[in-house]
């Protein structure tokens, strides 16, 4: 690569740059430089320093004419003013000039109508190979002339500061939307990548009529496509990768006038005490060449410790998707039969599954209940803390959430998609009381769905959430399809239940003036 070919990213160099190595090159140049070591399978071991997870608070959005008054201002999306960004972008790009590259040229989406191409400029090989197993890696012919739409400034050893650059610490992540340009420095967790694209994602698809979604995705045999939403840990990785369905995508896809398409070309799992047994495609990906696995443990032979967490309960793994063995080459499916909503109720009180009606869909989408789980980002340890995630993605919105809620709920009512919660959190008791949802009850509760059984069940109101819960369903025990019958204290699990309805009363307050009648009156009340 010349320095003309980086003219529009203001960055030349007099070291070396390599440009689209391939996976071997980069682990090659990875070890050469000491940025991790090998597992005994060959799968690259890296640690990402004090950075184990996202830095949320560290998200900026440069606030410019041209868009400023459709982003969702807040938390979650930072002003930075457009002097500031050019301060920090311009800071970054100098550091980077005196930097040896790697250049990874790339597209995120799988429909080659929508798709994006991403260009990563990062001084570290092994975020180079991190994103050319997430992304999807264009043929060889595609990549002359190649013109990003979106670039990448990644300088992960860069400290910004505050004074200088208008953020909050050292690290800052931040985005501008006109000039096409993403800044991501003092952090090496790697996720801060893929997540800074999905949000452009966000931004680009809902005005071409596309919804962009944080959901995995599988297809059956019949063609019918099956989401799942949640937030990391709750299952989204792990439910979908099923043998018997094939893996459109395990994060973040797109749902338009054509059906289903991955975002990405790789997989990114939550790995701390993954087994063989249970989740044996994860496992098996895991333990290949070229795979990225961030803070895990491995002794010095490099066989992996999968249960340590010593360094962070977010250990990660990071594969291309067809190292998913029936995974859709294409990352392209029909329209969803079945949309499931993954929460991890740390309350141990919602239902292990639910059917949803349409308005209850949009409700809980809206909602995104679930538990953080220590570790998945910066500064979160301990027991799982209950939150609402709008679109069971928030971090990663730049529009407002209704935005994205109208566009499901159109979407389910034209495709007649049935809808369902299930919860992958605890069962009996709250968090360090009860216990964590058996995957094989919630694995053939999702069969009994995803094939149209459950559908055709008898269902009974719950007492306290106005979800539908079947009453029964074959391989799971009557006692386990209703979270009541698991408690030995039922004074205990009313009081509980009634402490988490005030907390989604309280949550939708924002969202209640601008939905329709039928969401309002889905909507979960305290006094109920």
């Known amino acids: 690569m010349t320095f003309a070919d980086h003219a529009h ?138 013109v990003p739409d979106y670039t990448i400034l990644h300088a992960p050893q860069f400290q910004a500061d505050p004074a200088i650059d208008g953020v909050r610490s050292t690290t800052a992540i931040a985005l501008s939307f006109a000039q096409r340009t993403i800044v991501i420095a003092g952090t090496e967790y790697a996720g801060e990548i893929k997540k800074s694209i999905f949000t452009v994602m966000n931004w680009k698809l809902p005005a071409e009529g596309v919804l962009p979604m944080h959901c995995s995705a599988n ?170 995630s709008a679109c069971f993605g928030a971090p990663f919105l730049p529009r407002r959430p209704e935005v994205y809620g109208e566009m499901l709920a159109r979407l389910i009512a034209r495709q007649g998609a049935d809808c369902w919660l299930v919860n992958t959190g605890w069962t009996g008791g709250q968090y360090g009381v009860g216990k964590r949802m058996s995957i094989r009850h919630t694995r053939a509760l999702l069969s009994a769905a995803l094939n149209g059984t459950l559908a055709r069940a008898s269902f009974r109101p719950d007492p306290f959430f106005g979800l539908l819960i079947p009453d029964a369903v074959p391989g799971v025990p009557s006692e386990v399809l209703d979270p009541s019958h698991a408690w030995a204290d039922k004074d205990a699990y009313a009081r509980t239940a009634r402490d988490l309805m005030a907390r989604f009363e309280k949550n939708f307050a924002a969202f209640e003036p601008g939905v329709s009648a039928e969401v309002k009156a889905a909507a979960i009340r305290a006094a109920a």
């Open 9 to 146: 990213a203001g960055v030349h160099t007099t070291r070396p740059l390599h440009a689209n190595l391939s996976a071997p090159a980069l682990v090659a140049e990875a070890l050469r430089r000491h940025e991790g070591r090998l597992s005994a399978d060959g799968a690259l071991i890296v640690r990402t320093g004090v950075h184990t997870g996202r830095s949320v608070q560290d998200k900026f959005v440069v606030d410019e004419p041209e868009v400023s008054a459709e982003v969702w201002w807040g938390q979650i999306n930072q002003r930075m003013a457009p002097e500031r960004f050019a301060a920090l972008s311009g800071r970054v790009r100098a550091f980077l000039q005196g930097q040896e590259l790697f250049v990874q040229d790339l597209y995120a989406g799988a429909d080659p109508a929508r798709r994006v191409r991403v260009r990563l400029v990062t001084t570290a090989a092994w975020a180079a190979l991190f994103a050319r197993n997430m992304f999807i890696r264009p043929p060889a012919a595609e990549l002359d002339g190649f």
């Open 219 to 388: 297809v059956g045999r019949d063609g019918d496509v099956a989401l799942f939403f949640g937030l990391s840990g709750t299952g989204k990785t792990t439910l979908s990768s099923d043998p018997s369905r094939p893996l459109i995508g395990d994060d973040e896809h797109g749902w338009g006038p054509d059906g289903v398409f991955n975002f990405e070309g790789g997989c990114y799992a939550k790995v701390i005490n993954l087994s063989a047994e249970a989740e044996p495609e994860i496992w098996a990906a895991t333990h290949r060449f070229a795979s990225v696995l961030e803070n895990v443990i491995a002794d010095a032979d490099g066989r992996l410790d999968l249960s340590d967490g010593s360094l962070t309960e977010n250990t990660r793994s990071c594969y291309p998707v067809d190292y998913i063995p029936n995974a859709v080459p294409s990352g392209r499916g029909g329209q969803p039969r079945n949309v499931v909503m993954l929460t991890a109720d740390a309350f141990g009180v919602l239902p292990p599954i639910a059917r949803l009606t349409p308005a209850q869909a949009m409700y809980h989408f809206l909602s995104g209940y679930t538990a953080r789980v220590a570790g998945t980002e910066k500064g979160l340890a301990g027991a799982p803390e209950a939150t609402f």
